[in-house]
């Protein structure tokens, strides 16, 4: 692989991010001389972006930016530390573990992410290096977390639900091993690695797939198991939908150039839904898997960060192209795409018995975010639970946990510590709220321009008496919010989404797909709280009145006429 393969065939100079990971070596950079200055809590924005490959971001705390800075104190720094597990299943040692480090470095919470992570808020600077080592003592990594490689691969949460889903956990486990970056800065900076001498090799030696740049910007992958689309297929980069005969799985179809972010404003920025381009065996996932990243790695614009990632690349070239390119490098060719159907893309909350004859509880964990707060103590009760679990704890991809393989004789253990410490389902809840997301936004992310976790239970309050005067407590519809366009709750899939435009603005968007299957559209633009609500009234009550038998929210409104069908991301912002 020589080294002009790795480097974008755009004749536009590279980005000063790219000039950062071509000289870092690898990764390293200066890091290790950073994380001991004493002087300050902060990095210098060149180790901060390599900070990303090894799972953190430097954030600093918002809602005290202007009372420090009239004292002249530098902003709060701190770090998010991501953890990274496949198919989002750990033992109930690591969740201990998570639980430890999240009480004695972090914020004394868990945050449970849309792409089945933990990450974990408020780390100071020197606190990272021990909070890392003991991420990995319990077999848990931060390395590829963040940062321009691809990132955790997402998997249906239960792979006892039959045995299909445990091959299926199996192949994302795989997948997720065979991209993990090679370079041993990670164990050098992190774990007191032995060092390997400084290399400008073209990238054989330390990184025989990402080469020395690595790609231009993120990549994801999921695995979706029909009839649920629960890790949202068409919003990955890469996805693969199981394909399953006679209770077999035959293998998969391959969705292409998913990605939610964009930019406000910027028509050039758009989310997309994946392309179904064709079929593979399980067998050859991860050879499709490989050569898919490195097309990306090499075609990947290098110049404008904005537009570096997979959809554009191929959106710029066409979907024929990329086919092509795919099946030159694979010296196979995918077979044609097989029959599926999604239903639904949220979670099936309470007990269902799995096919190895144990039992599996899903609860509701509003917005994925664990801690004790007043009466409601969650943190304590999943720890206490964790001491006497044998099974497992898995992270769906709707912010929620499954506490997996519970035998019948553990059941009704389980239940009593689930009553002691107030764990539901969140049947008191509206199905509303129980098909909602939020991501973190204020006063961390510093990227958000308005709340969101804060604030979307808030404003669910006041939605809920308008569905309850409709009859619609119990009607199953998508909603989500982001403090940013970045994307990160997946909001441009959800039938009702709100995306951050400034303090207390958000932009309103309709109609996306009820199985994640469809992008939503642009209804009402930098509106607050009385407006929302005055917008969504009469929109619930015509639903409730005039939808037709099985007809969703999202469908619904097409049809009356409130918004249009987006068909591609190009037509999401006319």
């Known amino acids: 692989m020589s080294d002009n393969n790795l480097i974008s065939p755009h004749s536009a100079p590279h980005s000063e991010v790219e000039h950062i990971k071509r000289k870092s070596n690898y990764l390293r950079g200066s890091l290790t001389e950073t994380l001991q200055d004493p002087i300050t809590g902060s990095i210098p924005e060149d180790d901060n972006r390599l900070m990303k490959f090894h799972g953190s971001y430097m954030q600093d705390d918002r809602d005290l930016r202007n009372e420090r800075n009239k004292q002249k104190l530098e902003p709060a720094y701190q770090f998010m530390l991501r953890v990274r597990a496949a198919g989002g299943v750990v033992t109930p040692e690591q969740w201990l573990m998570m639980d430890r480090v999240a009480q004695k470095y972090a914020n004394d919470t868990i945050r449970l992410t849309t792409r089945q992570s933990f990450q974990l808020h408020g780390v100071i600077k020197w606190n990272l290096k021990q909070t890392i080592q003991e991420v990995n003592d319990a077999m848990l990594s931060t390395l590829a977390a963040c940062g321009d490689v691809n990132r955790n691969v997402m998997c249906n949460p239960n792979p006892y639900q039959s045995d299909v889903h445990g091959e299926v956990y199996e192949w994302a486990g795989r997948i997720s091993e065979h991209l993990n970056p090679r370079t041993r800065a990670y164990h050098e900076i992190w774990l007191d690695g032995e060092k390997v001498l400084d290399s400008q090799d073209n990238g054989e030696g330390q990184e025989p797939i990402y080469g020395p740049v690595y790609l231009p910007r993120k990549f994801k992958i999921g695995m979706a198991i029909p009839p649920s689309n629960?890790?949202?297929?068409?919003?990955?980069?890469l996805g693969y939908i199981a394909i399953i005969?006679?209770?077999k799985l035959k293998g998969f179809n391959v969705t292409v150039g998913g990605g939610m972010g964009m930019s406000h404003g910027d028509p050039k920025t758009y989310p997309q839904v994946g392309q179904v381009i064709g079929f593979c065996t399980p067998e050859q996932v991860v050879d499709v898997a490989e050569k898919t990243v490195t097309i990306q790695r090499d075609y990947g614009d290098r110049s404008v960060r904005k537009h570096?990632?997979?959809k554009y690349t191929i959106d710029d070239r066409g979907i024929d192209w990329f086919i092509k390119e795919l099946h030159d490098r694979l010296a196979w060719?995918?077979?044609?795409?097989r029959p599926y159907h999604f239903d639904h893309n949220g979670d099936r909350y309470g007990w269902v018995k799995g096919s190895n004859g144990k039992w599996h509880f899903t609860l509701f964990i509003q917005n994925g975010r664990v801690q004790d707060e007043g009466d409601n103590r969650l943190m304590t009760g999943l720890r206490e639970i964790a001491k006497v679990h044998t099974g497992d704890f898995r992270l769906t991809p709707n912010q929620n946990l499954i506490i997996g393989s519970v035998s019948s004789q553990k059941k009704k253990k389980m239940e009593e510590l689930f009553k002691e410490y107030g764990i539901t389902e969140g049947g008191q809840h509206s199905a509303l709220r129980r098909n909602s997301m939020a991501c973190v936004a204020l006063p961390t992310c510093g990227l958000a321009m308005a709340e969101s976790e804060r604030?979307?239970?808030?404003?669910?309050?006041?939605?809920?008496?308008?569905?309850?005067?409709?009859?619609?407590?119990?009607?199953e519809i998508v909603i989500r919010m982001t403090g940013c366009p970045n994307g990160c709750a997946r909001p441009m899939l959800a039938?009702?989404?709100?995306?951050?435009?400034?303090?207390g603005k958000y932009n309103m968007y309709l109609g996306g797909g009820f199985a994640g299957n469809r992008l939503n559209k642009l209804y009402k633009e930098n509106i607050g709280e009385a407006e929302i609500l005055e917008s969504l009234k009469p929109i619930v009550g015509h639903y409730a009145k005039d939808r037709r038998e099985g007809e969703h929210f999202g469908d619904?409104?097409?049809?009356?006429?409130?918004?249009?069908?987006?068909?591609?991301?190009?037509?999401?912002h006319s």
């Open 230 to 237: 629960d890790v949202d297929v068409f919003s990955q980069d």
């Open 556 to 572: 619904f409104v097409i049809r009356a006429g409130y918004v249009k069908e987006v068909r591609s991301g190009q037509d999401f």
């Open 308 to 310: 570096a990632r997979f």
């Open 455 to 475: 604030y979307l239970p808030e404003l669910m309050n006041k939605i809920e008496p308008m569905l309850d005067e409709a009859g619609l407590r119990d009607e």
């Open 245 to 247: 005969e006679d209770g």
């Open 495 to 503: 039938e009702i989404a709100f995306i951050g435009k400034a303090p």
């Open 333 to 337: 060719k995918l077979e044609p795409v």
